[in-house]
Every structure is written in structure tokens, then in C-alpha cells.
């Protein structure tokens, strides 16, 4: 049985769908699984995952790509064309490609609106969208339809929690090479990954400088942990303090961001691509949530501690710092 399913998505994204894409391998061990994907942060996440056999990633959006694409499609002989929910669009690609039958939503609630798939009545098993339900539960009732048709019962030895545990012997020792180059001891440091690409996810300075007193008075060094965009803000903000805050923005791969995260006695941040693998990797956390669909976004499961924080008005720096303090504490102890 060949089966292809899309996730075109970034690193939070990504690892939200890990649940489904694992209960897939699991329920059907023989069946050759391809991902479709295409953003860097979600080519990463998956680099080394055990849950799928081949992966096609998207190029561009040229004409050339997508004959490119339809060929691979082709060629792989698709039973089963896996839509996942934030891919709308896709149903012509599963035609053209020549699959067998499509799964995947008719419409899909996001940002405040319902969102039609082209060609919505040539699915062939196309179960009801959610609302009430987190996007890593959406993505479970896809695979689900596919267990019915089957008339399988899915097999789910971790639930519905996140995951993020492929790492390598080499990507292990460069994060603690790194921690005793810094002088710094596992679960001794609290990681902060204090700015999001998306601008209106971002507390103000002031106000990660508040809490970053309130860490070091507990005992705790702090690591910054952030991409390329991030080093500058992140390396102003490690000033405050140089002797217990290192930045290290710009300067870790993701897979050892992700690391260090794990070796992290807490993390927090924004509702971003480092709070899923804090998550992911099991690392009890404070995150804050403004704008987003929290109902949506929030973890399904979880296997550690977590206080998630909301903004009353959806904007963030509404969050007062006492609150976070508050609960970083309440971690700690």
C-alpha cells in the first residue's frame, strides 16, 4: 500500500502532526508512507523521523515544479492521497497525480474563517473539520478514516503527544560540547527563546528583562535560543546580565536548539517553533499566547509540566510580567 500525505508547514506545524504521522506507521507498519512537505523548519523536524519511508519536498511554485511533482506521483502509484489541514488546495495535485482515493476536510476553520478545498466533492472520505478540536487531534481523524476504511483500529502507543526524538550521537554531543564550553550544567539553565518571526507573538524587552532577574535570583543561568532573525534582539538582551545570560541565537542548528531545550531544566516563550519542541522533547514550560487560536494550537496531550498564559486582549504585552514570574517560579520549585 503506497500512501502520501501532505504538510507543507514550518516547525510548529510540523510537530503538531508528528502524533498522526506516527499513529500511521504504527497502525500500518508495511504500508510505504510519503511526506510532501516544503518549509525548511518542517524538512528539518523530520530529518531522521522513523515514521515515514521517502520524503518529496516542494521547490517553488513553477509550472516546472509541479509537472516535477505530478511525476514523482506518478511513479510512487498512490493508493491514498492524505490532505492534511492546513494544505487546502491539493485535491487537483492527488487527481493529476493519479491516486486512487483522496482523505482529506472539505473546509477548514482558520484565522476566523471557513476555508473550501478546490474540487471538494471528488474526496473520497472526507470527515468533518473540528472546530473544538486541536489541530494534532484534525490531523488524527484524517489517518482515522483511513483505519475505517481499512477496518483497522489505529494503534496509538504514545497517544496524542508531541514528539521530537530522532537525535543523533553527533547533534547530542555538539549541544552538551556546547553547554561545557559555556560552563553552564543540564537542567541548571532555564532556555528562552523570547522572539517569534511573527511580530505581534513578541513581549516587550522590558518585560523579558523583569523575568530574567527573577531567574538568575533563583539560582538559574539563562540561554537564549532563537534562528538567524532573532540573534540581534537576543544578543541585546543577553547584555542585561552577561555573567548568567548567554545568547546563542543564529549560532545552533535547529536540531540542537532542540537539544539544548531538552537538557533545560524549563523553557519559555512565545507560542512559537521552540515552545512545540519544548513540548516535543519533554521540558516542563511557560508559554505565552496572544493572538493565536489557542483552542486550536494548544498541545492535545502532555507529558510534563506546562502553564500556558493568555493575553486578556489577544495582545501581548498585556500579559502582566508578575503573572509569568509567578509561574516560572512555580515551575522551578
Given at each position: 500500500?503506497?500512501?502520501?500525505?501532505?504538510?507543507?508547514?514550518?516547525?510548529?506545524?510540523?510537530?503538531?502532526?508528528?502524533p498522526?504521522?506516527r499513529?500511521l506507521?504504527?497502525t500500518?507498519?508495511?504500508?510505504?508512507?510519503?511526506?510532501?512537505?516544503k518549509?525548511?523548519?518542517?524538512?528539518?523536524?523530520v530529518?531522521?523521523?522513523?515514521?515515514?519511508?521517502?520524503?518529496?519536498?516542494v521547490?517553488?511554485?513553477?509550472?516546472?515544479?509541479k509537472?516535477?511533482?505530478?511525476?514523482?506521483f506518478?511513479?510512487?502509484?498512490i493508493?491514498?492521497?492524505?490532505?492534511?489541514?492546513q494544505?487546502?488546495?491539493r485535491?487537483?495535485?492527488?487527481?493529476?497525480?493519479?491516486?486512487?482515493?483522496i482523505?482529506?476536510?472539505?473546509?477548514?476553520?482558520?484565522?476566523?474563517?471557513?476555508?473550501?478545498?478546490?474540487?471538494?466533492?471528488?474526496?473520497?472520505?472526507a470527515p468533518?473539520?473540528?472546530?473544538?478540536?486541536?489541530?494534532?487531534?484534525?490531523?488524527?481523524?484524517?489517518?482515522?478514516?483511513l483505519?475505517e476504511?481499512?477496518?483497522?483500529?489505529?494503534?496509538m502507543?504514545?497517544?496524542?503527544?508531541?514528539?521530537?526524538?530522532?537525535f543523533?550521537?553527533?547533534?547530542?554531543?555538539?549541544a552538551?560540547?556546547r553547554?561545557?564550553?559555556?560552563?553552564?550544567?543540564?537542567?541548571?539553565?532555564?532556555?528562552?527563546a523570547?522572539?517569534?518571526?511573527?511580530?505581534?507573538?513578541?513581549?516587550?524587552?522590558?518585560?523579558?528583562?523583569?523575568l530574567c532577574?527573577?531567574?538568575?535570583?533563583?539560582?538559574?543561568?539563562?540561554?537564549?535560543?532563537g534562528g538567524?532573525?532573532?540573534?540581534?534582539?537576543?544578543?541585546?538582551?543577553?547584555?542585561?546580565?552577561?555573567?548568567?545570560?548567554v545568547?546563542?541565537?543564529?549560532?545552533?542548528?535547529?536540531?540542537?536548539?532542540?537539544?539544548i531545550?531538552k537538557?533545560?531544566?524549563l523553557?519559555?516563550?512565545?507560542?512559537?517553533?521552540?515552545?512545540?519542541?519544548?513540548?516535543?522533547?519533554?521540558?516542563?514550560?511557560?508559554?505565552?499566547?496572544?493572538?493565536?487560536?489557542?483552542?486550536?494550537?494548544?498541545?492535545?496531550?502532555?507529558?510534563?509540566?506546562?502553564?500556558?498564559?493568555?493575553?486578556p486582549d489577544?495582545?501581548?504585552?498585556?500579559?502582566?510580567?508578575?503573572?509569568?514570574?509567578?509561574?516560572?517560579?512555580?515551575?522551578?520549585k
Open positions: 500500500m503506497n500512501i502520501l500525505i501532505t504538510r507543507l508547514q514550518n516547525i510548529g506545524d510540523m510537530l503538531a502532526f508528528i498522526a504521522l499513529i506507521r504504527e500500518l507498519p508495511e504500508a510505504k508512507i510519503t511526506l510532501l512537505t518549509h525548511a523548519g518542517g524538512v528539518e523536524i530529518k531522521n523521523c522513523p515514521y515515514f519511508d521517502d520524503i518529496i519536498i521547490r517553488n511554485r513553477s509550472l516546472k515544479e509537472i516535477r511533482l505530478l511525476r514523482k506518478r511513479k510512487i502509484k493508493d491514498y492521497f492524505i490532505i492534511s489541514p494544505d487546502l488546495g485535491v487537483p495535485w492527488a487527481l493529476m497525480g493519479g491516486a486512487k482515493k482523505i482529506g476536510y472539505q473546509k477548514v476553520f482558520n484565522k476566523g474563517k471557513w476555508k473550501k478545498e478546490k474540487l471538494p466533492f471528488m474526496i473520497n472520505f468533518e473539520f473540528n472546530i473544538e478540536k486541536t489541530e494534532t487531534e484534525n490531523c488524527a481523524t484524517l489517518v482515522n478514516a483505519f476504511e481499512l477496518n483497522l483500529k489505529p494503534i502507543s504514545k497517544g496524542l503527544k508531541l514528539e521530537y526524538s530522532w543523533t550521537k553527533t547533534t547530542i554531543q555538539a552538551k560540547n553547554l561545557a564550553e559555556l560552563n553552564i550544567l543540564p537542567n541548571k539553565f532555564v532556555a528562552i523570547p522572539y517569534s518571526k511573527q511580530s505581534n507573538k513578541n513581549w516587550a524587552k522590558e518585560n523579558w528583562t523583569e532577574k527573577t531567574i538568575i535570583n533563583q539560582g538559574y543561568k539563562i540561554i537564549l535560543i538567524n532573525p532573532e540573534a540581534e534582539p537576543c544578543s541585546k538582551l543577553s547584555t542585561i546580565d552577561n555573567d548568567n545570560i545568547s546563542l541565537a543564529g549560532e545552533l542548528s535547529l536540531t540542537e536548539s532542540a537539544y531545550i537538557l533545560a531544566r523553557f519559555t516563550g512565545p507560542d512559537s517553533g521552540p515552545a512545540f519542541l519544548a513540548t516535543a522533547v519533554e521540558t516542563p514550560a511557560v508559554v505565552l499566547y496572544g493572538p493565536a487560536d489557542y483552542r486550536r494550537w494548544k498541545p492535545a496531550e502532555i507529558a510534563v509540566p506546562r502553564i500556558d498564559i493568555h493575553a489577544k495582545r501581548m504585552n498585556s500579559i502582566p510580567v508578575s503573572e509569568v514570574c509567578n509561574a516560572v517560579n512555580k515551575l522551578l
